[in-house]
Structure formats: C-alpha cells, structure tokens
C-alpha cells in the first residue's frame, strides 16, 4: 500500500484549525443566528403554539389572519395610508361570521376596502367596485364583491349610529 497522499492530507486539515472561521458569518451579519429548529422567528412560532398563543380559541389567531389579509388586500388596491388603517381597523373590530356566506374573510376585507374608497372618492368613476381589477381579485378569491361592499356599509353605518 502506498501512504504518501497523507502528508498532502494533514496540510489541508491543517487550514481549517485556525480560531479564523467565516461559519456563521451570514448569521452574524442579518442578526439572526440558526438554532437547532431554525430561525429566531420560527422558535417564537412554536413557542406561541406550545403556550395556546396561537389557539383559536383565544381569537388572537384569527385576529392577526384578518389584519394581515386586510394590509394584503389593501396593498393591492394603491390605498393610501389613512385608508388603509381605517380598513385594518374595521375588519380587525368586525365580527366576521356576517360575511360567511358571501365569501368569508376574504369577502370581509374586499367589502370594507370598497366600502372606506367609497367614503372618500367624490366622483362615480373613481369607485373600486365594479372595476376589472376587483373584480378579478374577487372572482379569484370566490367573493361576491357588490354584496360584501354592501353588507361592509351597513356594518359602517351602524358603527356610525353606535
């Protein structure tokens, strides 16, 4: 047997036994450090699940699921940024359960987004619903469009008088 490559060998191990390493370089840049269940955030993830922060039962799941889809949605649509916290604001307060048969959260948030731009345009051509854009994003998410903009004005309406 011929041993002479181990020479070669123990001057490539030798390389990587300096104190000098650039492992977890990328990690020390972004402020974020991989654990043995990943990322800082997916470790608050669990721990949330394992403590009942994330349970529907407590309703603070459902909360942040209609915050996020409503800033998705208004994203979307240019709103500015007063409209878009009016919208946040209604669909996070409003009982969602109204609008299950027209299309859920979904058709929660698309009716309040209609419902707030109608709020604040002054002419018919400006309005949001009936245009080729909702319209697409309604049918694709499987919302009646015009009835959530209703049901989200009456809904308004009777915040108003409250």
Do not use: P
């Not at 047997?1 to 104190?19: A, F, I």
């Not at 000098?20 to 608050?44: L, N, P, V």
């Amino acid at each position: 047997m011929d041993y002479s490559y181990d020479n070669d060998l123990t001057q490539r191990v030798d390389r990587y036994r300096s104190s000098r390493t650039t492992f977890f370089e990328r990690e020390a840049e972004s402020g974020e450090r991989e654990t043995w269940i990943g990322t800082r955030k997916k470790w608050d993830q669990l721990w949330r699940h394992q403590h009942g922060w994330n349970d529907d039962r407590i309703g603070r799941r459902a909360y942040y699921d209609k915050m996020n889809r409503a800033e998705a949605l208004s994203d979307t649509f240019g709103l500015s940024k007063r409209q878009k916290e009016r919208v946040v604001e209604i669909v996070t307060d409003v009982n969602g359960r109204r609008f299950n048969q027209i299309g859920g959260v979904d058709a929660l948030a698309f009716g309040t987004i209609a419902a707030v731009v109608d709020e604040d345009v002054d002419d018919l051509d400006e309005r949001i619903v009936g245009t080729e854009h909702y319209e697409m994003l309604c049918m694709h998410h499987d919302v009646d469009g015009w009835a959530a903009c209703r049901k989200a004005k009456e809904i308004i309406r009777e915040r108003k008088t409250e």
